[in-house]
């Protein structure tokens, strides 16, 4: 009997672990976009810039993301009436969240309720259906497509 009560706290210790959520699990519901934030350098340098924020936020622009279980994710843009969803997939590792391939870096706080990207693009050349162009910002343009300057962007979401 001595021993029972030497090995029952051991067994509540061991069943009252509960164990840390994985990123999965973390990264799984809606997000609201809350913030943005424009660099002036393509290499993420200089201080932010938040007039384009600031634009959405007049406009009642808002943007969600639905990460699902099952892998799929569901980005809701509302405003000016107008409501548009998008699907993709998702994938994450403890650092990197991929929707439909394209990864960026990501940072958590504030109790795994906020989440942070920062994400660049690259100058490109599209036409009117987003088909890409190998050119240069003149040959884009006289050709009557549209160019895109390089970029690098911070944007923060909250868990819904």
Same mark, same amino acid.
């Given at each position: 009997?001595?021993?029972?009560?030497?090995?029952?706290?051991?067994?509540?210790?061991?069943?009252g672990c509960e164990e840390d959520p994985t990123i999965d699990e973390v990264i799984t519901g809606t997000w609201k976009v809350t913030n943005m934030g424009t660099y002036p350098n393509s290499d993420c340098s200089g201080s932010? #810039?938040? /007039? *384009? &924020?600031?634009?959405?936020?007049?406009?009642?622009?808002?943007?969600?993301?639905?990460? $699902?279980? $099952?892998?799929?994710? #569901?980005?809701?843009? /509302?405003?000016?009436? @107008?409501?548009? =969803?998008?699907? +993709? $997939? &998702?994938?994450?590792? @403890?650092? *990197?969240?991929?929707?439909? +391939? @394209?990864?960026? +870096?990501?940072?958590?706080?504030?109790?795994?309720?906020?989440?942070?990207? *920062?994400?660049?693009?690259?100058?490109?050349?599209?036409?009117?259906? %987003? =088909?890409?162009?190998?050119?240069? *910002?003149? @040959?884009? %343009? $006289?050709?009557?497509?549209? &160019?895109?300057?390089?970029?690098?962007? =911070?944007?923060?979401?909250?868990?819904?």
């Amino acid at each position: 009997m001595k021993k029972l009560f030497l090995i029952l706290p051991l067994i509540i210790l061991f069943l009252g672990c509960e164990e840390d959520p994985t990123i999965d699990e973390v990264i799984t519901g809606t997000w609201k976009v809350t913030n943005m934030g424009t660099y002036p350098n393509s290499d993420c340098s200089g201080s932010l #810039d938040y /007039t *384009e &924020w600031g634009f959405v936020q007049a406009f009642g622009i808002t943007m969600t993301f639905a990460f $699902n279980k $099952n892998g799929t994710v #569901d980005l809701t843009s /509302t405003g000016l009436g @107008e409501t548009d =969803v998008q699907t +993709g $997939n &998702w994938t994450a590792t @403890e650092d *990197e969240i991929c929707i439909d +391939g @394209e990864c960026v +870096g990501f940072t958590l706080s504030n109790g795994d309720k906020t989440i942070q990207f *920062e994400s660049s693009d690259d100058a490109s050349c599209v036409d009117d259906n %987003d =088909v890409v162009f190998d050119m240069n *910002e003149t @040959e884009c %343009d $006289n050709a009557g497509y549209y &160019w895109t300057d390089a970029g690098c962007y =911070v944007f923060t979401m909250t868990k819904q």
